[in-house]
């Protein structure tokens, strides 16, 4: 399946992502919200935001792979934060940069919205991914 990712003149730029994806398919991938617990869902790590949502991104790779999916078939990616400030967006981008190689998440990005909110369901979750992806 290939994903046609593209910004579209007049669209503003610079960002760290494309404004828009186009692709055909017939199997819909979403993957629910990720946070940084390994396998057991007994371990938080590590408790920065950058760590967090590296952590988080590896956990969404795997629900793409379960589903036979890669971060080059996602079409929109959104990130919840905790408290989130344009101070922040250092960090954030260095979690996103961090692993961008070892999961082969496309540069730029695919589409994507980074929401703040107050809190998510556990006082020490800073970060949640979720991902939708197509395949044919």
């Not at 990130?79 to 101070?87: G, K, M, R």
């Not at 922040?88 to 979690?95: E, L, N, S, V, W």
């Given at each position: 399946m290939a994903v046609e990712l593209f910004t579209p ?51 969404t790779a795997r629900g793409l792979a379960g589903a ?69």
């Amino acid at each position: 399946m290939a994903v046609e990712l593209f910004t579209p003149e007049g669209m503003f730029q610079p960002v760290p992502y494309h404004h828009v994806s186009v692709t055909t398919g017939t199997r819909h991938v979403h993957v629910a919200g990720q946070i940084a617990r390994n396998e057991h869902a007994d371990h938080l790590s590590p408790g920065d935001l950058a760590g967090q949502l590296a952590h988080a991104l590896r956990n969404t790779a795997r629900g793409l792979a379960g589903a036979g999916a890669s971060f080059s078939d996602v079409v929109r990616l959104r990130f919840f934060v905790t408290d989130w400030e344009p101070e922040k967006y250092t960090d954030f981008m260095a979690g996103i940069e961090s692993v961008v190689e070892e999961l082969g998440i496309p540069q730029p990005l695919p589409p994507l919205s980074a929401i703040g909110v107050d809190y998510l369901f556990e006082p020490d979750v800073l970060v949640e991914v979720e991902a939708e992806a197509i395949l044919d």
